[in-house]
Structure formats: C-alpha cells, structure tokens
C-alpha cells in the first residue's frame, strides 16, 4: 500500500486543521492507521491511531480532546482533525499503516509510512 499525506499548511495558534492520509491499494480498511509527528531536533512521536478492524481509536494525552481521526473507507482515507492548535504542535506529521499492529503507539510495528505533511502553528 502506498500513502500520500496532505493538508499541512501555517495557522494561526487556537486554529484548526485537517490532515488526509489517502491509499492506494486493496483492503486499506483492513489496516490499522495511526499518524506521527517529529519536530525538529526532536524524535518522531504517536499522535493518533485507528483500528482497521472495530475501528477503536487512540490519542496521546498531549492532543486527547484536541485531536480527531477518522476513517472513510469507501474513499481509502484516514483523516485527522486538528483543532486548538498550539504551536507545540508543530512537526511534519506522518501517516503510517499496518497490519495486527499490537503496540497502536509504536512507530516501529507500522510498515508503510507517507511522506509527511508540514504543520506549523505561529503564537
């Protein structure tokens, strides 16, 4: 499966975004999606995830009730709903995929990665 990551761009702090992970391939409902982030001079972290099968979802406490992701299956996409922006939030956020994936905030169990999308919230 290839992944293509959209919908970086400069916002003001307090503002919103939305990121798309779109796929190409068969069965992209079946894979479980999770995005990251990595700012700079800092290491790649989760930010969210979603489950293939169920559909659960899974935020890390630093974007929990900021954050939304989102699946449309019928368009091969994983959204991410980016509100309340903080200029913490800055990175280059990656969508990544996988299959049976255990560890849901381990970067190292997804085996197809994007191409990564650049936020920048200004203060």
């Known amino acids: 499966v290839q992944l293509q990551a959209s919908g970086g761009g400069l916002v003001q702090a307090g503002g919103s975004l939305k990121l798309s992970c779109a796929a190409s391939?068969?069965?992209?409902?079946?894979?479980?999606v999770g995005w990251f982030r990595q700012a700079p001079g800092k290491e790649r972290e989760f930010v969210a995830a979603?489950?293939?099968?169920?559909?659960?979802?899974y935020y890390a406490d630093s974007v929990k009730g900021r954050f939304i992701i989102s699946r449309a299956n019928a368009k091969n996409t994983v959204d991410l709903q980016m509100n309340s922006l903080k200029a913490t939030d800055t990175a280059v956020y990656y969508c990544?995929?996988?299959?049976?994936?255990?560890?849901?905030?381990?970067?190292?169990?997804?085996?197809?990665w994007g191409q990564g999308t650049l936020v920048t919230v200004s203060s």
């Open positions: 990544a995929a996988g299959f049976y994936i255990r560890d849901m905030e381990a970067a190292r169990e997804y085996n197809y």
């Open positions: 391939g068969r069965a992209f409902s079946a894979y479980d």
């Open positions: 979603i489950r293939g099968r169920g559909g659960s979802t």
